[in-house]
């Protein structure tokens, strides 16, 4: 942003004509399409062909004329207006090499934004901010899945073109539906936290709205080529937006392909395309409609979290999921997204007026692929009992000698043993029966959505901004099998019951063909909002309110044999009504300091994925299942002096009465090994400072500091019940009708899996009037925790199954010591960032290089807790040797990479 020294003309008459010719600083061309306006009057003019603008006014005295265009600096002339006109003569526009920089470093977040676990950054809605602190915490911090405030990304809300994207089953945006589309995704609206937005009411995390329209995009071509080793190769991408027609249309297409043989990881292939097309048509000045499509497929092997003792076997790097199949690798784990949307929009604005009313219909599928056993061993070479540990742990003594023979051959055949698959299929004892299969978890949604919003001045000091939204949506969830390896058929039955999946259906299940599971959930979602704004000359005041309505209801196609009277079918329809409201105060001290803060208080509908305890096998739903409650509250200080600007702030959100439904494989006598883990009246806290600030030592050098002191931690001890199977089952089992309540967890002060909740950086960047620039900043996180297993943390976990009251040589301090919840290590990272411009025969010609984690180090950026162990004595023999083999899994960051990015526009 450029501030232009005062201009004064004194008078008194009505209206004052105020022009202009706006250039190209480098090559003085003219530019159109430039907007212009007064910043007390809503309604701008753009510059014609010659660059040249004529705005008139009716405001006096001390008024800002703002000069703004995408990929520009925005310019400022202070004016005291008069009875006369002012020319401006001509102006000069400046390339924004920020803008630069952040389209190069969207890219950077794209594998931070969800690992393999669903353990995801929220950096993806930190890009459309100036706001130092976010940016940091978006491009470096991000790296070691950094969360701002500690939240989920369900808590933010993104708009595309007036439809929210946040998806019903997990309250999260698929970020991959437009990944590959920072050219035409790169017009991006902020609306931090709890701040007002004219365009819905908003979540705690706060409202990216994203304006893919033709409209707000500058006329001309670009082109684009990227080399990486992060989590793809290479990168190409083009976009053509056009000028307006004669007849009011403009047109953008945007085509983009990423692809590497393996990333990063070894043997994570990565495959991905993105199509972009939107017309849109100016009906007059006032009317806009639009139509776009966005077509967007990523597909990319994935990769596995890894216990000590197999990242001291194999290096942090180390991957068991591929092996070499005819010579070439293949990944036994890939996770496929398609989900094409096509948007309708029509846009009505005039002044400060706006309605804008938009709907949409998505379609697609996203798809996790796997190897299942029937029958036969385990084939991951990371298995429990082909490791060291199985041998060091046993129950009759440490097995040295075997535990050698392990590691030796865990270290000969540590990679996914494809050829063995086959050969296993294609034994005559078989009989063409499958003892092995590659299948596929599907995810098929179709989603309407209708969207209306409108922004109403009564006033000079009053604003209203009121909006409904309509969405349904229709999860349709199977298992397919893509590759019997060889064999003929699957026998389409449970492994540990030996009962039948699909009673309706064949027993022996083809290629291609669905078995195992095979249901729809259908959601139907109304949401409305009022929001109220009150402008004074040092005061802004908003309040907002929202009332909303859910449904939810399953529809089971297999008769499954475990869930006979509640497998087929649909479930009874669950009805949801929640309601929140938010307000704000902002107090400006003065022009250079100013005070803002809001306070939230609402309810809303558990999360689609945490409703049925096991969806895939039957109708029941969660016993006393309840919505959740949210209460959030922050404080900011802002600061604009001349060298020096940023943001301090504080924070406290308390989430009640939330539930989790979590599945794994246990050793406790509860029946089947495969349970369903329900958790209910769980509560997290989070609280804590945010600082950012940026000094400007010079006209070219900036240096900056940004800090975070969080502490996320769970605030309740939930309730936790175990729910399984009783095929089979006996006694007691049986007659818990598969469900045994463990009680409370006592978790109340544990931290939360939140990625690091302190983090502190310095930043040091040079920027050339020469169009060149260079920046360097040093990372520190810390106070990052792992998951935690709430089944252990459990009183029942204490007891024996097989005397009913609690182990005879329990220890409290081994217990304790054994839960003990310490932070990961923290992380050091030291990050490049260069790039330089050039403006060649009309030709802007941009390169961009970013070098991350420069001194290779290696951290573990997440982690879990394994629940294998299902009660205290197993627990104790496992770690025995100081080796577990259910001891902690964890996700390894990236060591040094590198982007290079090179780009032409024209």
Known sequence: MILAGIITVNGIAQEVVIKGRVLEFLDRKELKGIEVRLESEGEPVMTDGSGEFLLISKSKGHQKLLISAPQYQTLIFPLVIGSQDIDLGPVYLKRDLEVEKTDNLVTLTEAELIDEAGNESNSGFLQATRDIFLNRAAFDFGQVFFRVRGYDSREGSILVNGIPMNRNWDGRPQWNNWGGLNDVFRNQEFSYGLEASDHAFGRPMGITLIDASPFGARPGIRISAAASNRTYRNRLMATYHSETGEKGFRHTLSLSRRWAEQGYVTGTPYDAYSIFVSSGVALNPNHTLGLTLINAYNSRGRSAALTDEVAELAGPRYNPYWGLLGGSTRNSRNRTIHEPVIMLDYDYSKNDLRFRIAAAFQTGSTGFSRIGYYDAPNPDPTYYRYLPSFYLNSPIGANFSGAEEARMSFLKRSQWPWWSLYEANNAPAQAGRAAYVYYEDQREEDIFSLNTVFNLPLSRNVKIDAGVLLQESG????????????????????????????????????????????????????????????????????????????????????????????????????????????SGLSFGINSRHWIKAHVYNGKRPPLLKHIFVNPRESNRIVPGLTGESVFSSDINYYLRLQRLKGRVSAYYSRFQHETEVNFFYVDSGFGSDFVQEVVTGLDRLHKGLE???????????????????????????????????????????????????????????????????????FGIEYRDPSYWWVGVTANYLANNYRDIAFIKRTRSFLIDPDTGVEFENFSEEKYQSLLKHEPLPPVYLLNLTAGKSWLHKGKYISAFLSANNLFDEAFKSGGYEQSRNGNYGQMSKDNLSGSPSFGPKYWYGFGRTFFLNLAISF
């Open 691 to 761: 600082m950012g600030l940026e000094y400007e030592i010079s006209p070219v050098v900036k240096l900056s500091l940004v800090a975070a002191a969080g502490n996320f931690e769970y605030a309740s001890d939930p309730d936790v019940s175990i729910n399984f199977d009783t095929s089979g089952a006996e006694g007691e089992l049986r007659q818990s009708n598969g469900r045994i309540d463990l009680g409370p967890a006592l978790i109340k002060g544990y931290k939360l899996p939140r990625g690091p909740q302190t983090a502190l950086s």
């Open 475 to 582: 999860i349709r969830s199977f298992s397919r099998l893509n590759d019997l390896l060889g064999a003929t058929f699957l026998l389409d039955e449970d492994n540990f019951s030996n009962t039948r999946n699909d009673l309706n259906g064949m027993i022996e299940k083809k290629e291609g063909e669905i078995f195992g599971y095979h249901y729809r959930i259908d959601t139907g979602h109304l949401m409305s909002f009022i929001q109220t704004r009150f402008y004074w000359k040092q005061w802004d005041f908003y309040v907002a309110g929202e009332y909303a309505e859910k449904s939810f209801q399953r529809d089971g196609f297999f008769l499954n044999e475990r869930y006979p009277d509640a497998s087929l079918g649909k479930s009874e329809a669950l009805n949801f009504r929640f309601w929140g409201i938010k």
